[in-house]
């Protein structure tokens, strides 16, 4: 996936800012069906996707003390899946308060790891967790204490 916004702008309009961007072709089509099928334009959608990417990467930039959640998705059946989750919370027991385990069917386990901690520390911990091998899908959500 690449997305690469240029410095070509047209701020003739008032209060607008036009820009244009290289995207996969692929992706574009993903992205107008879904603004489609949940009744945005395009660009109010870029600018809901905007917002939501500085708000959940604003943390990662400023250091200090960080809270939230990291939720993952994944199949307990694949591999050791679950023994390289626990293993690596095992090291970060300063960073986790709460891990919650939710067995939803025979197959996928869903877990929410509720971190406090300094950012450096809660982003590798994060990044870990994420691309652990087996998880189908990661959520980070992280807030500025
Ligand atoms: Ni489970």
């Known amino acids: 996936m690449t997305a690469?916004?240029?410095?070509?702008?047209?701020?003739?309009?008032?209060?607008?800012?036009?820009?244009?961007?290289?995207?996969d072709p692929v992706l574009l089509k993903e992205f107008d069906e879904m603004t489609e099928r949940l009744g945005y334009n395009r660009s109010t959608a870029i600018v809901a996707a905007m917002r939501n990417f500085i708000t959940d990467r604003v943390w990662e930039g400023e250091g200090g003390e960080v809270v939230g959640a990291i939720t993952l998705l994944y199949d307990h059946h694949r591999g050791d899946v679950t023994e390289a989750l626990t293993e690596i919370q095992h090291d970060h027991t300063g960073e986790i308060t709460t891990t919650t385990h939710i067995h939803l069917d025979h197959n996928n386990c869903l877990e929410i790891v509720a971190v406090r901690g300094e950012t450096q520390r809660i982003k590798i911990l994060a990044e870990k967790l994420s691309s652990c091998r087996g998880v189908k899908q990661s959520k980070i959500a992280i807030l500025k204490n």
């Open 4 to 23: 690469k916004a240029d410095s070509s702008r047209d701020e003739d309009r008032q209060g607008v800012a036009r820009f244009s961007a290289s995207v």
